[in-house]
């Protein structure tokens, strides 16, 4: 079992916005940053997100992430069908030593 | 561009151990400013850290709890990769299994291997 909760998937329709939320504590969340990563069928994860609301170079400005207490949330305006993927969220444990992941939450483009 | 190329037996038959190795290109796996880690992905387990190795003035590890005992990740500063090694491993070992990098400091992983599927099977 995951210990931070997403949602186990959402839709939406090209061209609109969706939000998928990230569920931890206060020993995880509460205290450290969260990133999200997005992952394709057969592939490896990709930092999408990180420090709650930075984005990596080359990263659209159409995914935005927040924090606020023990929980973030991950959007993404604009939809395109090549968004359906697999975004998973991470932060780390109270010890900075252990990563955790969410659960992962599958999105799809109706 | 930092680079990582997992290498590593697709198959391994219960109670023996699990290899792998990641080669970095673009870095060093000897810097001071990230830490090299093993990730593993299932259907039941879901994205599961697994350790990582570190150098800082001297070698590091650490360990998840779930496998701590039975793992062991190092470095090979000539060839510039790290290793991970999984002994008694059962059918619940079954899972892609990625390497990754973390800055030293940092809760993310900004570059990952490309991912081994590693079937534990008779």
């Known amino acids: 079992q995951s210990v931070l909760t997403q949602p186990p998937s959402v839709s939406a329709a090209p061209g609109q916005k969706v939000t998928i939320s990230c569920s931890g504590g206060?020993?995880?969340?509460?205290?450290?940053?969260v990133s999200w990563y997005q992952q394709f069928p057969g592939t490896a994860p990709k930092l999408l997100i990180y420090d709650n609301d930075k984005r990596p170079s080359g990263i659209p400005d159409r995914f935005s992430g927040s924090k606020s207490g023990t929980s973030a949330t991950l959007g993404i305006t604009g939809l395109q069908t090549g968004d359906e993927a697999d975004y998973y969220c991470?932060?780390?444990?109270?010890?900075?030593?252990?990563?955790?992941f969410g659960g992962g939450t599958k999105l799809t483009v109706l | 561009q930092v680079q990582l190329q997992q290498s590593g037996p697709g198959l391994v038959k219960p109670s023996q151990t699990l290899s792998l190795t990641c080669a970095i290109s673009?870095?060093?796996?000897?810097?001071?400013?990230?830490?090299w880690n093993w990730i593993r992905q299932s259907p039941s387990r879901g994205l599961e850290w697994l350790g990582r190795?570190?150098?800082?003035?001297?070698?590091?590890?650490d360990y998840a709890v779930s496998v701590r005992g039975r793992i062991t990740i190092n470095a090979d500063t000539s060839r510039n990769q790290f290793s991970l090694h999984l002994n008694s491993v059962t059918p619940e070992d079954t899972a892609v299994y990625y390497c990754?990098?973390?800055?030293?400091?940092?809760?993310?992983?900004?570059?990952w291997g490309q991912g081994t599927l590693v079937t534990v099977s008779s």
């Open positions: 190795t570190y150098y800082r003035s001297k070698w590091y590890s």
């Open positions: 991470g932060t780390w444990d109270g010890s900075q030593t252990v990563v955790l």
């Open positions: 990754g990098r973390r800055d030293h400091g940092k809760g993310y992983l900004d570059y």
């Open positions: 206060s020993s995880d969340i509460g205290r450290h940053y």
């Open positions: 673009g870095d060093s796996v000897s810097t001071n400013s990230a830490g």
